[in-house]
């Protein structure tokens, strides 16, 4: 039986696990009956949050959600979107304005065949726009009754403090959940984002727990590099020859072992992991096809055991990113020059 947590402080129940649908669409599931079967399996499975966003294949993949939403499914589900990147060459056709904002929830609407969402998140932030502008819009679709609560993801700790703190000064609906990278091998919001979520009473959707398919057991050393569509996307994410992944390679193998020595598979174990971390509300999967969702089902009712989580300190130090690239919220090397001298 599933045991549901609070999403922060705002008296919703919502499963460990919550089904992420990057996947469904062109950039992945393309069959729209076998994404929306995924989808209803999950929810008999107990899962009760799917995480979508106006991006993910241009849109597809919030129409497969609301299709299969659609016949009564969607009143036991907490619904989450994004919204902030780029859908036309419209200068405008992006990003956290007001403008962008109002015209862009009333799309997303449409496409999931809902009247209200209930997490609507900014999908990453966008130092350029004034977060005054971004929450009053977002207050404003919270009292017209279209979005229940607002997130924000992969903010860095100063972002989500400032969030906290523009909400008091200005009267405004506070964020109240963020959604990270986390995973076995990219351990850095340990330091600052996740304690800064507990102290303000954050939920936590973390996304990525697998580590874009790291920790499947697919990747091998000696082994061909297996077909991925994001392997294809993000190229240096993979590249086996990088020293960061050539450490997060080492490390899911030593991972791999553990997990077998545990009687768990490599999947349970990740998965597990993210799961115990007290700030951790949800973990994000985001399978392609019905064996993957099999897979990954389950794993929040597999429990650590001390002995389990030492080696895994050992093997990935706490509040480490093996690979810069896995920051998410940071980069590990300023590029902007106009962040480090006068003159840019």
Not at 45 to 61: L, M, P, Q
Not at 107 to 112: I, K, V
Not at 138 to 150: C, E, N, P, T
Not at 257 to 269: K, M, P
Request: glycine letters at 10%.
């Amino acid at each position: 039986m599933t045991e549901y947590r609070n999403l922060g402080r705002t008296g919703v129940r919502v499963s460990p696990l919550a089904l992420g649908t990057m996947m469904f669409g062109a950039r992945g599931n393309a069959d729209h009956d076998d994404s929306v079967r995924i989808i209803h399996h999950a929810l008999d499975a107990g899962i009760n949050v799917i995480d979508t966003a106006d991006v993910y294949s241009a849109g597809e993949s919030e129409t497969i959600v609301g299709k299969a939403l659609a016949g009564g499914r969607r009143d036991n589900v907490v619904l989450a979107t994004k919204f902030h990147g780029r859908l036309g060459d419209d200068p405008n056709e992006y990003g956290n304005s007001r403008r962008w904002i109002i015209r862009e929830v009333e799309n997303s609407l449409r496409r999931l065949s809902t009247d209200w969402i209930d997490l609507y998140q900014v999908h990453r932030p966008e130092p350029d726009t004034d977060f005054d502008e971004t929450l009053g819009a977002l207050s404003d679709l919270v009292h017209q009754g279209k979005i229940r609560y607002i997130g924000t993801s992969t903010f860095e700790p100063s972002a989500i403090v400032e969030g906290q703190w523009t909400a008091e000064r200005r009267g405004r609906e506070r964020v109240v959940a963020e959604q990270p990278p986390y995973s076995l091998l990219a351990r850095g919001i340990e330091r600052e984002v996740l304690p800064v979520a507990q102290r303000y009473g954050l939920g936590v959707l973390s996304w990525s727990p697998l580590a874009g398919g790291w920790l499947t057991g697919r990747y091998r050393t000696g082994a061909e590099q297996p077909a991925s569509s994001r392997a294809e996307r993000q190229a240096a994410r993979f590249d086996i020859a990088a020293p960061g992944n050539a450490a997060k390679l080492a490390a899911a193998e030593a991972l791999a072992v553990l997990a077998e020595e545990a009687g768990i598979t490599l999947v349970q174990l990740a998965l597990s992991f993210v799961l115990e971390h007290p700030a951790v509300t949800s973990a994000i999967i985001g399978p392609r096809t019905f064996g993957q969702l099999e897979s990954q089902l389950g794993a929040d009712k597999v429990r650590l055991g001390r002995d389990v989580l030492d080696r895994i300190d050992e093997i990935v130090p706490p509040g480490v990113n093996l690979s810069a690239l896995d920051a998410g919220y940071t980069p590990a090397v300023i590029t902007d020059a106009s962040l480090r001298r006068r003159w840019a």
